[in-house]
């Protein structure tokens, strides 16, 4: 798989897909399933703080990142807010897994999104609403700490 900075992501065929590129990871398909473990699913809240670029770092548990899986789903202003996407009739706009150092990053369009971030089994699944304004000045980096499960 390629791996390098601007890579054009995995991603469904939609004009949106269009848009989505990915930074600092490898390209997944968007067809690879979400890697349940742990027992619970953690949920961050990050919607009121909009940013213009999502980029961050998934950290732990232990050493390094352990190849993250981290997934875009868009989501509506409509969705409840702890209503995590359904993987079997929503696809992912984007997917990619992080190297060693747990970076990574997407450009996407206006709206709002849930980065869905996982490992293996035994670590909790961590997802991460945010909204995306361009225009936007800042460009938060989010860290994520992942748990092992309880």
Same mark, same amino acid.
């Given at each position: 798989?390629? /791996? ?12 949106? %897909? ?54 875009? /789903? ?30 990574? %990053? ?45």
């Amino acid at each position: 798989m390629a /791996f390098g900075l601007a890579l054009l992501c995995a991603v469904t065929g939609s004009a949106l %897909a269009q848009q989505v590129r990915s930074h600092h990871c490898t390209d997944e398909p968007v067809t690879t399933k979400t890697r349940w473990g742990g027992n619970e699913t953690v949920m961050i809240d990050l919607r009121d703080k909009p940013v213009r670029m999502v980029s961050g770092t998934v950290v732990g548990p232990g050493i390094g990142s352990l190849s993250t899986l981290v997934q875009v /789903f868009r989501r509506k202003p409509s969705d409840p807010l702890y209503r995590l996407s359904d993987q079997k009739s929503e696809a992912p706009v984007a997917a990619c897994v992080t190297g060693d150092d747990g970076v990574f %990053a997407f450009s996407l369009p206006p709206g709002e999104y849930e980065l869905r971030m996982s490992q293996n089994a035994g670590v909790d699944v961590t997802s991460v609403f945010v909204t995306v304004k361009h225009g936007f000045r800042r460009s938060r980096k989010i860290r994520v700490w992942m748990k092992v499960g309880t």
